[in-house]
């Protein structure tokens, strides 16, 4: 038999699931310090329980896919500092990001998130990797309907032109 039957876990990762997974780290890395900073800067009390969600979400992500990694001996990407805490009020009005920009920002990066999951699904012969980012997939896809409903119930969200039939 071939080396690419049997446990998918005994398989070897091609060179595009390796990058895959050692981008979506980093990107998780990224998000995670992002988040934290957008918590100090968040004033609404839903957006931050959102923001904790994926923050949560985003320490997963980054146990799972480092895993993967070190288990293919693989150096993971580095983790960046930790961000020392702020508080709202301390933050200059001309340097804080206010709650529409974070919810509009959070929209932006879960539906990139939706297109790098379903790309790595696409590209993945491990079965184990494909379902990996099929999760993720799924979590994403609840938080983008959690922001939207958000920004429309805050108003926050800046529809494109919509197109209103007129009455004849």
Request: hydrophobic share 40%.
């Amino acid at each position: 038999m071939g080396v690419l039957d049997g446990n998918p876990k005994n398989e070897p990762m091609h060179y595009g699931e390796i990058f895959t997974i050692w981008e979506s780290s980093m990107g998780a890395k990224m998000i995670l310090s992002c988040y934290q900073a957008y918590t100090y800067h968040a004033g609404d009390k839903e957006l931050k329980e959102l923001l904790g969600d994926l923050i949560d979400q985003a320490k997963l992500e980054i146990k799972e896919l480092d895993k993967l990694l070190s288990e293919a001996g693989i150096t993971p990407p580095p983790m960046l500092p930790e961000r020392p805490e702020a508080k709202l009020e301390d933050i200059p009005a001309g340097a804080r990001f206010a709650d529409p920009e974070i919810g509009a920002k959070l929209a932006m990066d879960i539906a990139a998130g939706l297109a790098g999951c379903s790309a790595a699904m696409g590209m993945s012969i491990r079965e184990d990797i494909g379902a990996l980012f099929a999760k993720y997939h799924t979590t994403k896809t609840g938080f983008g309907l959690r922001i939207l409903r958000l920004n429309k119930e805050k108003g926050w969200l800046v529809p494109p032109p919509l197109l209103v039939k007129k009455p004849e």
